[in-house]
């Protein structure tokens, strides 16, 4: 059983930031990738960012220079720093685990963020 939680979502103003985390526990023993999706009501699940376990990484276009992901292995921790946040970035944000050695893909139940002044 494994269980991924995310935290730190809310309201922010546009231009303001915010600081995702998401937890990993229970019978996991490696994580090859952690990551991010966001869902805005009415359109699809988006890849965010991605970090793979050699801390190598991958942002959408949209995202790009104004968030930063990281992962702390000993915690089986990531984090979503996000920066200039804009309206359009309102959205359930979920987190992705992928399990190492089976390549196993668990999902938190997501976060919400809006941007709204």
């Known amino acids: 059983q494994v269980q991924v939680v995310e935290s730190g979502g809310g309201l922010v103003q546009p231009g303001g930031s915010l600081t995702l985390s998401c937890a990993a526990s229970g019978s996991i023993f490696s994580i090859y990738a952690m990551a991010w999706y966001r869902q805005a009501p009415g359109k699809q699940r988006e890849l965010v960012a991605h970090?793979?376990?050699?801390?190598?990484?991958n942002y959408a276009d949209s995202v790009k220079g104004r968030f930063t992901i990281s992962r702390d292995n000993a915690k089986n921790m990531v984090y979503l720093q996000m920066n200039s946040l804009k309206p359009e970035d309102t959205a359930v944000y979920y987190c992705k685990v992928v399990q190492g050695s089976t390549l196993s893909i668990y999902w938190g139940q997501g976060t919400q963020v809006t941007v709204s002044s």
């Open positions: 970090i793979i376990r050699d801390g190598s990484t």
